[in-house]
Structure formats: structure tokens, C-alpha cells
């Protein structure tokens, strides 16, 4: 199982995704080093996770490499 997982981008910026401890994901993003209180977060439940991952899957049908 996956427990943590941070993506960074060549713009410094970062997104960390992890399952907290209420069985939820936990996706926090905001530029790489910076301060916890000046990052954004949300929590998806399943369904929600769902639907993301739903959408992800037809973006990525229209990304070039």
C-alpha cells in the first residue's frame, strides 16, 4: 500500500498525497519549502477519489509526452 507521495514540478512547486488517519486522502500543495500554514489542502473520501481519478484518465489521453 502507498503511503506518501510527493510530486514536485520545475516550478518549485509541490504536491504531497498521502491517506490520513480518518481513511481519507490527504492532498496538500504549495511551493516546495515553504511554510505549512501557506499551503493549501483538501480530503477526498473514496467517491471522490473516484471521480478524480476518472477525469485524470481522460486528460491523460490528451497529453503529449
Known amino acids: 500500500m502507498a503511503s506518501?507521495?510527493?510530486?514536485?514540478?520545475?516550478?518549485?512547486?509541490?504536491?504531497?498525497?498521502y491517506l490520513n488517519?480518518?481513511?481519507?486522502?490527504?492532498?496538500?500543495?504549495?511551493?516546495?519549502?515553504?511554510?505549512?500554514?501557506e499551503k493549501g489542502f483538501i480530503t477526498l473520501d473514496k467517491s471522490d477519489v473516484n471521480e478524480l481519478i476518472k477525469m485524470l484518465s481522460e486528460i491523460e489521453k490528451?497529453?503529449?509526452?
Open 4 to 17: 506518501r507521495t510527493v510530486f514536485e514540478d520545475e516550478n518549485n512547486n509541490e504536491m504531497d498525497c
Open 21 to 37: 488517519d480518518k481513511g481519507k486522502v490527504f492532498i496538500q500543495v504549495g511551493e516546495s519549502g515553504a511554510d505549512i500554514h
Open 62 to 65: 490528451d497529453m503529449v509526452d
